[in-house]
């Protein structure tokens, strides 16, 4: 089966919105070099304003996929390096606040405070809750430059999460949204009652990794397949390596790596990224955690 994400998460957003009434909808990310920051920030907009004060955009840096790709989609190589500035012209959209002289000065994205003004009515919110993204110091950095809650990445291999933390925590700037440090951090899960499934179903992740790095797209394949997959020394370690990164196994396991994980870390949220080769397995998994915390289905 193809990868839960989607190209598209304003899309998928929009959808949900239809579907939810008071959960929060993140998209996370979008990989803003591959996009106009004005596109996102109307893209943004109309979706907070279909479900007001429950929107969370995550911005990332990272192509996202491989070379060609990226290049299809960023028509330059030098798309990363302009990431600060454009995650501010991002910032100066949603907030309608570019100041005099500003070549955007008069250009407004649409839904957001301009219309409300415009309207001459209140704006329903503050917009989307903006959150950098990211797996690296760099990131770590702008989010606190920025004074925005910071995400960190786990489930994209051995990053140094305690470095990237501790820059965050330490070079934090107050914002008008934030007046001290928040963080989440997410984590590949694989959650079973028996340990040796969720083992293969993590693999299925470690595998459609692999199958990225080598440019056959990012794909879960059935356990069976995976295991019968002739690698080569090299794949079997980025396998193996993956596999033993993923939180995988019982449920009070998992809940024992992830407290684990909460006490080294500190986070104020942990997001569990499922990503075995059935649906029903994730959902069983989310299912046998949430019940393990006693935290209700509805």
Same mark, same amino acid.
């Given at each position: 089966?193809?990868?839960?994400?989607?190209?598209?998460?304003?899309?998928?957003?929009?959808?949900?919105?239809?579907?939810?009434?008071?959960?929060?909808?993140?998209?996370?990310?979008?990989?803003?070099?591959?996009?106009?920051?004005?596109?996102?920030?109307?893209?943004?907009?109309?979706?907070?304003? $279909? &479900?007001?004060? #429950?929107?969370?955009?995550?911005?990332?840096? !990272?192509?996202?996929? =491989?070379? *060609?790709? @990226?290049?299809?989609?960023?028509?330059?190589?030098?798309?990363?390096?302009?990431?600060?500035?454009?995650?501010?012209?991002?910032?100066?959209?949603?907030?309608?606040?570019?100041?005099?002289?500003?070549?955007?000065?008069?250009?407004?994205?649409?839904?957001?405070?301009?219309?409300?003004?415009?309207?001459?009515?209140?704006?329903?919110?503050?917009?989307?809750?903006?959150?950098?993204?990211?797996?690296?110091?760099?990131?770590?950095?702008?989010?606190?430059?920025?004074?925005?809650?910071?995400?960190?990445?786990?489930?994209?291999?051995?990053?140094?999460?305690?470095?990237?933390?501790?820059?965050?925590?330490?070079?934090?700037?107050?914002?008008?949204? $934030? &007046?001290?440090? #928040?963080?989440?951090?997410?984590?590949?899960? !694989?959650?079973?009652? =028996?340990? *040796?499934? @969720?083992?293969?179903?993590?693999?299925?992740?470690?595998?459609?990794?692999?199958?990225?790095?080598?440019?056959?797209?990012?794909?879960?394949?059935?356990?069976?397949?995976?295991?019968?997959?002739?690698?080569?020394?090299?794949?079997?370690?980025?396998?193996?390596?993956?596999?033993?990164?993923?939180?995988?196994?019982?449920?009070?396991?998992?809940?024992?790596?992830?407290?684990?994980?909460?006490?080294?870390?500190?986070?104020?949220?942990?997001?569990?990224?499922?990503?075995?080769?059935?649906?029903?397995?994730?959902?069983?998994?989310?299912?046998?955690?949430?019940?393990?915390?006693?935290?209700?289905?509805?």
């Amino acid at each position: 089966m193809g990868a839960t994400s989607v190209s598209s998460p304003p899309l998928m957003v929009a959808r949900l919105i239809a579907e939810t009434a008071r959960i929060r909808l993140g998209a996370g990310g979008v990989m803003l070099p591959n996009h106009a920051p004005l596109l996102i920030a109307e893209q943004f907009g109309m979706l907070e304003a $279909l &479900a007001p004060n #429950r929107i969370d955009l995550g911005l990332g840096r !990272a192509p996202g996929t =491989d070379g *060609a790709t @990226a290049a299809a989609l960023r028509r330059g190589a030098n798309a990363n390096d302009g990431f600060p500035q454009q995650v501010l012209e991002l910032l100066g959209f949603l907030a309608d606040d570019f100041p005099p002289g500003h070549p955007y000065q008069n250009v407004h994205a649409v839904p957001g405070p301009w219309q409300a003004a415009q309207n001459r009515v209140p704006a329903e919110s503050s917009g989307p809750e903006i959150w950098v993204l990211g797996s690296s110091p760099y990131s770590a950095h702008l989010a606190a430059q920025l004074g925005r809650p910071y995400a960190f990445a786990l489930q994209f291999g051995d990053a140094d999460i305690d470095t990237a933390l501790r820059i965050y925590r330490d070079t934090f700037q107050p914002s008008d949204v $934030l &007046a001290e440090p #928040r963080t989440l951090v997410s984590v590949p899960v !694989a959650i079973s009652d =028996d340990k *040796a499934a @969720a083992k293969r179903q993590a693999a299925t992740s470690a595998m459609a990794m692999l199958r990225m790095f080598k440019s056959e797209g990012y794909l879960l394949l059935p356990p069976d397949e995976v295991e019968a997959y002739p690698a080569t020394t090299q794949e079997r370690q980025i396998v193996d390596a993956y596999t033993s990164h993923s939180l995988h196994g019982t449920p009070a396991t998992v809940a024992d790596r992830l407290e684990a994980l909460h006490e080294r870390t500190g986070a104020d949220e942990i997001m569990l990224v499922v990503g075995g080769h059935s649906s029903a397995f994730d959902e069983c998994g989310i299912t046998l955690i949430a019940d393990h915390y006693n935290i209700p289905h509805a």
